[in-house]
């Protein structure tokens, strides 16, 4: 089959390598642009996420570029993406689409559904081939999140504004082309090496550190965040992640899938401020809030998409933490229509704030640096 | 150049209005404010822009030391002028704040088309909110709704005052309030209580869009245009009752912090202003924007060129800087 799929950063390396081990085409849709947004903000409800709309135009893109089939992720809990999966088959129908639309959910110990479900999902394969498709496609989704996580750390060192991105986006086509382990694990030392050329030698001035919490797509995907760590990065501050796709590949889907998925020490981070699972990421927004806190980064920034529920939540929430820990938080909201003039405006006076705030703490308490 | 007096210049670009800012460094803080100019946008930035120029060098007595930028226009300002400094409003409003009163702790700024509040401890900021998702509540609207009951915006505050019953008003939305206000005044309220509801409607959408959760202290500075308002004033002074208090030159304060970021970073590192000059009045200025095609990321670039020379551009996700033409790079 050929098949198509949301994005959702740059996991699409991964999804198609895995999507080869299952004997399908991966169709990949083009890197979400302007056209997809309107495209899919057309068929959307005007009232829903901008990850629904987004996610819709993704699929309409991959379905020109002549997919038959469409993989979406579906889901449980209080979060609404769980049912966005059912709507959009819906709306394709609707279109007059043909194409055969497969949910992808976690089956919480419905074994008898699972294999249904299974049957669905595997094309002609044979089994060292599936084995070697998981394999190249984990190893790649490790190996991206590795290298992103590594231009963070470059960014606000960069001599030339933009080497670091444009470094980032060679590195990811060609582990979207390596084929064995070995040359994946070479892509990922050819990198370590080539972003430490970009850094300024002189670099010696602090780098403030500010944590990124909030709705996991917006958080991954650059294009819908309006390339919210470049901008930081240019601004001269280090962003701490703490969403990562294969830690949510591994809590939300195979120890969900195994029963095995518990929030212990989520809510034990959050003790005080939250809890209860409240759908989405909205729990871990605030436990990795106190975490970063308590860490000592110079401030949080909160990110999620407009009438996102379990966002509004911790955004109601983080106020007060802001005043417990003492650590500046910016709450962050966008939708199809964000302006980028008022997102910039807003990072650069946070990243003044913290600065400013930075060179006081440090008088006050004789520091070399916050 | 001798015998004219040395000064810093501060242009706040905004939606509705650009400001320009004399500052002279040899007086006291407060009052180093030689000479102010507000103008309209009127949607034109490059024109608004030569024309305070003008101004200034018809006057023939400044000697401008260095430049600063800033207002929704600061790029494309601080491009044309090659300006030392180029900085978001609401540092160089809090900046111009502190510099009036150290102990400031609250910040209300209602300009044209957005509203921000800015949240200061022992001389620092700590927190800030802008206007997100509706520009409700601002200095846009108030304008447009008193020339729809045509009276003069100067007029609009005082005439608020004399009303002693205030009529409710929806604030939720500006077309709402617009539509309930229409009705009010079918029923026959009187006008001052109309105007005054209006007022109080605003400061009511202000503090629940911007102060959800935050703690507003005294001192509190109300600044920007609509600062003017002394309905605007007495409302917000009921509501968080405290005194609200006016800074001098309320309606430049972005142009006057600017300035005097401009001034303290030159002095810092001790280099001259890169201010291309007055000479700037006989350039011609073009700006285009287009859609580049180099790669799939579709990026939305804005390029400014003098005269047929490239001067920056903005917009272009992988860095790229640099007089590509429109033809090039579609």
Redo the contacts between chains.
């Keep these: 089959m050929k098949v198509t799929f949301p994005h959702l950063g740059n996991a699409y390396i991964a999804i198609e390598a895995l999507l080869q081990g299952l004997g399908h085409e991966p169709i990949t849709p083009p890197l979400s642009t302007k056209r997809t947004i309107e495209w899919g903000s057309r068929y959307s409800p005007e009232d829903i996420c901008l990850p629904f709309k987004t996610i819709l135009g993704n699929m309409l893109e991959g379905i020109e570029l002549g997919a038959d089939s469409v993989y979406m992720l579906g889901g449980w809990g209080p979060c609404r993406l769980g049912y966005y999966a059912e709507i959009q088959r819906i709306i394709l129908h609707d279109l007059g689409k043909k194409v055969k639309f497969v949910t992808l959910e976690v089956p919480r110990g419905n074994w008898r559904m699972a294999r249904e479900r299974l049957r669905h999902i595997f094309g002609p394969t044979r089994t060292r081939h599936f084995l070697r498709g998981c394999q190249l496609s984990w190893a790649k989704l490790r190996a991206v999140e590795q290298l992103e996580q590594r231009s963070l750390q470059a960014r606000p060192l960069e001599k030339d504004h933009g080497s670091t991105s444009r470094l980032l986006e060679t590195q990811l086509q060609k582990l979207r082309m390596a084929q064995n382990m070995k040359t994946i694990s070479r892509i990922k030392a050819e990198t370590d090496e080539a972003l430490q050329d970009l850094a300024a030698a002189t670099a010696s001035h602090a780098v403030l550190r500010v944590g990124l919490v909030g709705e996991i797509y917006t958080v991954v995907e650059s294009f819908v965040n309006l390339r919210l760590e470049e901008r930081l990065g240019r601004l001269g501050v280090e962003v701490i992640r703490t969403i990562s796709l294969t830690e949510w590949v591994e809590e939300h889907i195979f120890k969900n899938a195994l029963g095995l998925y518990n929030q212990y020490e989520l809510l034990r981070s959050s003790r005080g401020y939250l809890h209860s699972f409240v759908g989405g990421h909205g729990l871990e927004s605030i436990a990795r809030s106190v975490e970063m806190a308590n860490a000592e980064l110079d401030g949080i920034i909160h990110i999620f998409p407009l009438s996102c529920m379990p966002e509004i939540i911790a955004q109601g929430i983080l106020p007060q933490l802001s005043a417990d820990k003492k650590v500046p938080i910016l709450s962050l909201v966008v939708d199809e229509h964000a302006g980028e003039t008022g997102f910039q405006t807003r990072l650069e006076a946070f990243v003044d704030l913290l600065q400013r705030r930075c060179t006081y703490v440090r008088k006050e308490k004789s520091l070399s640096r916050c | 150049m001798s015998g004219r007096k040395k000064v810093y210049l501060g242009v706040d670009v905004g939606s509705v209005s650009t400001n320009f800012v004399l500052l002279d460094p040899s007086q006291p803080k407060a009052y180093g404010v030689v000479w102010k100019k507000y103008l309209r946008t009127n949607g034109a930035p490059v024109e608004t822009l030569k024309q305070g120029l003008k101004a200034i060098e018809q006057e023939r007595k400044w000697d401008i030391q260095g430049v600063g930028t800033t207002g929704?226009g600061r790029a494309l300002a601080g491009a044309m002028l090659n300006a030392d400094v180029i900085?978001?409003?609401?540092?160089a409003h809090a900046a111009a704040a502190l510099n009036q009163n150290p102990q400031v702790a609250t910040i209300i700024e209602i300009g044209g088309q957005?509203s921000k509040l800015i949240i200061l401890r022992?001389?620092?900021?700590?927190?800030?909110a802008?206007n997100?998702?509706c520009a409700a509540g601002t200095g846009s609207f108030l304008d447009q709704q008193a020339s729809r009951l045509n009276i003069p915006i100067e007029e609009f505050g005082s005439l608020a005052l004399e009303s002693t019953s205030p009529v409710r008003i929806a604030g939720r939305c500006t077309v709402f309030a617009e539509s309930d206000m229409i009705h009010k005044q079918q029923l026959g309220h009187k006008m001052p209580d109309i105007v005054a509801g209006l007022c109080a409607s605003m400061v009511r959408n202000y503090l629940s869009n911007l102060a959800?959760?935050?703690?507003l202290r005294s001192p509190v500075f109300f600044q920007g245009g609509v600062a003017a308002n002394v309905g605007m004033q007495r409302f917000f002074a009921d509501t968080l009752e405290l005194p609200i208090l006016i800074p001098r030159h309320y309606d430049v304060m972005g142009a006057i912090g600017i300035a005097q970021i401009a001034r303290e970073t030159l002095e810092s590192q001790g280099k001259p202003s890169g201010f291309f000059g007055l000479d700037i009045l006989h350039s011609e200025f073009e700006n285009e924007g287009y859609v580049c095609q180099l790669c799939?990321?579709?990026c939305e670039i804005v390029e400014i060129w003098r005269d047929g020379v490239f001067l920056a551009s903005w917009g272009?996700?992988?860095?790229?800087q640099g007089g590509y033409s429109k033809s090039e790079a579609t």
């Design positions: 929704s900085k978001n409003e609401i540092t957005d022992e001389g620092v900021v700590v927190d800030f802008m997100t998702v959800k959760g935050k703690e799939p990321n579709q272009s996700r992988c860095g790229r």
